[in-house]
């Protein structure tokens, strides 16, 4: 059974940077896509950006224009979403998600396994 837990957020000023790590365990992540999602407070949870090992894709380009990263550290069965320059429309609960197979999608619906997710606020 997948079992996904994020860590890594908090409180940020705006322009400050944060890393936020999903912990795969149960299965080989190295045999799944991990989508990071984000949630804004009453609305739809939307695709950020997802990791496989044969590519990765960036979704909600415009908001994040580059300021955000995604990369693997499968020795640490670990998914890894960086956030430079943060601000502070990017305050939202921030959850991974995993499907087995390689490829990506934007689409929420299309992943089994979630996080708890971990809370991102931005906020001077």
């Known amino acids: 059974q997948v079992q996904l837990v994020e860590s890594g957020g908090g409180l940020v000023q705006p322009g400050g940077s944060l890393r936020l790590s999903c912990e795969v365990s149960g299965v080989n992540v190295r045999d799944y896509a991990v989508g990071w999602f984000r949630q804004f407070p009453g609305k739809e949870r939307e695709a950020v950006l997802c990791y496989s090992s044969t590519r990765s894709s960036a979704y909600v380009e415009d908001s994040i224009e580059g300021r955000f990263t995604i990369a693997g550290d499968y020795t640490r069965s670990t998914i890894l979403l960086q956030m430079y320059n943060l601000e502070a429309g990017d305050t939202a609960t921030y959850s991974c998600?995993?499907?087995?197979?390689?490829?990506?999608?934007?689409?929420?619906?299309?992943?089994?396994?979630w996080g708890q997710g971990t809370q991102v606020i931005v906020s001077s």
């Open positions: 998600s995993a499907n087995p197979g390689p490829a990506c999608s934007g689409f929420a619906a299309a992943y089994e396994s």
